[in-house]
């Protein structure tokens, strides 16, 4: 009876093949975690034809979980450098994606690789990358630093002072000359006025002065007395308003007759 081939020791289905002698190597262990986690996703799409077109576009890792374009770029970086991976197409947008290919595999010739990829690619090759340098220990960047002639620096005894030399000073409120009062006239004086007749007449502001009906009525007799014996009266015959108005001579003018209420003169009772 035949031996199945089937490995029942293991769940079934495909599985990646990472030689030991690629995790031994000082290229992988120089690896970041992105960088290894990387390459096991490149490594899940071979399948015993296609080494040579590998994805390691954004467009695929996004359905395995890759999220950063950025953090997907420096790891692809690393494994190039590594020469853990090999770049047989270089893509271009919109829509042209990279192919890779696995180092310790044998690079299978498919069409549509760049110009001269075949001859630069040689299985093994990541045995060969130039290996990074290791960062320094302390104990080396000190032994440096005394070769170098340096000493221990003294700690500095005294304190720094944070405030000035002179003191502190406090913000003077008032201007540095004092606080002045503003003064109400002009700084040369008052101004005169040009012309040397007053404001007002001299003898008050008419406005001012209450009216009284008496005082009125006095100085219009006054002026009337003042005219008629001044000037001839003239006769009514030879009125030149043509005798359209009445004339009221300065004898019908009784104080008597006048109403203070409303400034006019009550007509006689025998001139009526």
Known sequence: MAKSRIDESRDPGGYIALPWSVIDSQAYRNLSYTGKALLIELARQYVRNNNGRLLLS????????????????????????????????????????????????????????????????????????????PKPTREALYEKWRDAGGSTPKKSTSRKILTPAHGVESAAIAPAGGVEEDCVAPAHGAIRGVSDTLSTPAHGDH???????????????????????????????????????DRVRDCDLDPNLFDQTTGEFRQSTQAA
Not at 90 to 108: C, E, I, M, V
Request: hydrophobic share 35%; charged share 25%; with cysteine.
């Open 58 to 133: 954004q467009r695929y890792l996004v359905t395995r979980g890759w999220r950063s374009g950025d953090v997907i770029l420096r790891a692809k970086r690393e494994l190039l450098d590594a020469k853990l991976i090999y770049q047989t197409v270089q893509g271009h947008r919109p829509n042209k994606a990279s192919w890779f290919a696995l180092t310790w595999y044998t690079l299978d010739r498919l069409p549509g690789y760049d110009d001269d990829v075949v001859d630069g690619f040689r299985r093994g090759m990541y045995a060969t990358a130039p290996q990074p340098k």
């Open 207 to 245: 406005l001012e002065i209450p009216f009284c009906a008496a005082k009125s009525l006095s100085a219009v007799l006054v002026g009337s007395a003042t005219a008629s014996t001044t000037a001839p009266t003239p006769n009514s015959d030879h009125d030149d308003d043509g005798g359209q108005f």
